[in-house]
T-cell receptor, first 113, second 115 residues
Framework: GENVEQHPSTLSVQEGDSAVIKCTYS??????FPWYKQELGKGPQLIID?????GEKKDQRIAVTLNKTAKHFSLHITETQPEDSAVYFC????????????FGPGTRLSVLP | DTEVTQTPKHLVMGMTNKKSLKCEQH?????MYWYKQKAKKPPELMFV???????INESVPSRFSPECPNSSLLNLHLHALQPEDSALYLC??????????????FGQGTRLTVV
């Protein structure tokens, strides 16, 4: 089955700086990679995703890059703000049945004012 | 409307109680999911309903009983739970039951405490 690793587990940045979170996956057939943001006491919220036919996708201050050869994808947040503080999860489809995601262990991002 | 609504937000129940969690979506999604999330961990899949039929049960104990009355509703019936079942229970939905091709949206979760 799919194995998703995520680094770092915690990340602290100064407000205005950039943050990068990296995930690696094991199944070369995986073709869809979402990123979820989870604030304290709330459910995960989809913030951006990328499909395997593109190498990069951007939405305002958030971007995701995908390297299929190396089997890794990264979340980039520029001009960080305190409200970006949350736990971020990457995910990849479970190839076994395609009906489930395998989540990374999460990254706790703290943006210091 | 991209909302998945879960009720209640918080629930405290004794080990002999019977309670139910409810999830609702009106996006026309045909796949609905129950996840369990412990503190500082990612969500773990419990059940998947595809076109209102149970398609995946991740070896969940029978004290958790899912039900999908129609395409918009998903329930999780709880009976004789243990303190270690205390967690955040998340419902999610996606347009199609193949997550590789479609976004999944999560509800806010029910914070369950078993005493």
């Amino acid at each position: 089955g799919e194995n998703v690793e995520q680094h770092p587990s915690t990340l602290s940045v100064q407000e205005g700086d950039s943050a990068v979170i990296k995930c690696t996956y094991s199944d070369s057939a995986s073709n869809y990679f979402p990123w979820y943001k989870q604030e304290l006491g709330k459910g995960p919220q989809l913030i951006i995703d990328i499909r395997s036919n593109v190498g990069e996708k951007k939405d305002q201050r958030i971007a995701v890059t995908l390297n299929k050869t190396a089997k890794h994808f990264s979340l980039h947040i520029t001009e960080t703000q305190p409200e970006d503080s949350a736990v971020y999860f990457c995910a990849a489809p479970d190839p076994g049945d395609g009906q489930n995601f395998v989540f990374g262990p999460g990254t706790r991002l703290s943006v210091l004012p | 409307d991209t909302e998945v609504t879960q009720t209640p937000k918080h629930l405290v129940m004794g080990m002999t109680n019977k309670k139910s969690l409810k999830c609702e979506q009106h996006m026309g999604h045909r796949a609905m999911y129950w996840y369990k999330q412990k503190a500082k961990k990612p969500p773990e899949l419990m059940f998947v309903y595809s076109y209102e039929k149970l398609s995946i049960n991740e070896s969940v104990p029978s004290r958790f009983s899912p039900e999908c009355p129609n395409s918009s509703l998903l329930n999780l019936h709880l009976h004789a739970l243990q303190p270690e079942d205390s967690a955040l229970y998340l419902c999610a939905s996606s347009l199609l039951p193949t997550v590789a091709n479609t976004e999944a949206f999560f509800g806010q979760g029910t914070r369950l405490t078993v005493v």
